[in-house]
T-cell receptor
Framework: SAVISQKPSRDICQRGTSLTIQCQVDSQVTMMFWYRQQPGQSLTLIATANQGSEATYESGFVIDKFPISRPNLTFSTLTVSNMSPEDSSIYLC??????FGQGTRLTVV | GENVEQHPSTLSVQEGDSAVIKCTYSDSASNYFPWYKQELGKRPQLIIDIRSNVGEKKDQRIAVTLNKTAKHFSLHITETQPEDSAVYFCAASHVRAQKLVFGQGTRLTINP
């Protein structure tokens, strides 16, 4: 099993600013996944973060908007850049298809 | 790419009755099918999964069935209890690819 610590748990941000979300895993994992869950909706994969290489982004998501870092096998960050109200959502990291961080509830005003 | 359709979007059953949620997938290469339970304000929790070399899997009151030919899989919850009330998501992936494609979710309500 894996335990994921994600922070912040929630934030309210001004439009045009950026927020960096962090995920720390208690074991080494090859891939970490970042999802977005809009209110009342399902989970949509943003990107897959591999250590030592560029993240792989899904259709509709771009690196300039959602830059990802993966400096080692236990840690990753997702930045939501130049935020607008449409970015208000829950962002979750995940590993091994079974474990999720507690989520970051982002509100952009 | 993979597409997963989930039905129904909402389901209300009497306590003690059974609940069934169905999903279909499009990519015949998908071979791993997990189900998640998400309670309000909490993270998704893996409750059961099935691989394509198995037709059915059961864990106490929860079972999942898979029909590879028809490309659909179902979650069955028997003897439902109020604590089963939550949103349930199905998903599909290729075991090696690891990334998941989720269904739209089913809000299950158990009425006492």
């Amino acid at each position: 099993s894996a335990v994921i610590s994600q922070k912040p748990s929630r934030d309210i941000c001004q439009r045009g600013t950026s927020l960096t979300i962090q995920c720390q895993v208690d074991s080494q994992v090859t891939m970490m996944f970042w999802y977005r869950q809009q209110p009342g909706q399902s989970l949509t994969l943003i990107a897959t973060a591999n250590q030592g290489s560029e993240a792989t982004y899904e259709s509709g998501f771009v690196i300039d908007k959602f830059p990802i870092s993966r400096p080692n096998l236990t840690f990753s960050t997702l930045t939501v850049s130049n935020m607008s109200p449409e970015d208000s959502s829950i962002y979750l990291c995940s590993v091994d298809k079974a474990f999720f961080g507690q989520g970051t509830r982002l509100t952009v005003v | 790419g993979e597409n997963v359709e989930q039905h129904p979007s909402t389901l209300s059953v009497q306590e003690g009755d059974s609940a069934v949620i169905k999903c279909t997938y499009s990519d015949s290469a998908s071979n791993y099918f997990p189900w998640y339970k998400q309670e309000l304000g909490k993270r998704p929790q893996l409750i059961i999964d099935i691989r394509s070399n198995v037709g059915e899997k059961k864990d106490q009151r929860i079972a999942v069935t898979l029909n590879k030919t028809a490309k659909h899989f179902s979650l069955h919850i028997t003897e439902t209890q109020p604590e089963d009330s939550a949103v349930y998501f199905c998903a599909a992936s290729h075991v090696r690819a690891q990334k998941l494609v989720f269904g739209q979710g089913t809000r299950l309500t158990i009425n006492p």
